[in-house]
């Protein structure tokens, strides 16, 4: 990634950091599209990738629902599978979606 898109991306991060009281080591909940992605395109170390675009530490969050989408996928999936099993599995996920108006 460029230099320009990182310092963009760790910007948008400082300005969270401070509005909204977010802080490291984030936590961030991958869906199976992000999985597949990572090993199609050859990311194996998702969690140093990501770190280095948000500037803090990461940990990598999956679902039981997300290991459960890949596998009926059929045995094609089956890496990929592997690859959502060895993240950490989330018990229970709480989003909360704000949404502002803009005037």
Known sequence: MRVK????????????TACYGFR????????????YH?????????????????GATVKIFTTRCVT?????LGDSYSDFVNAARNLITARSVLLIVR?????
């Open 99 to 103: 949404s502002t108006v803009v005037h």
């Open 38 to 54: 990572l090993l199609a395109n050859g990311i194996t170390l998702a969690d140093s990738a990501l770190a280095n675009i948000l």
């Open 24 to 35: 490291g080591p984030f936590k961030i909940l991958c869906d199976g599209t992000f999985v």
């Open 68 to 72: 459960e989408e890949l596998r009926s």
């Open 5 to 16: 898109k990182q310092k963009h991306h760790r910007r948008a991060v400082r300005f969270y």
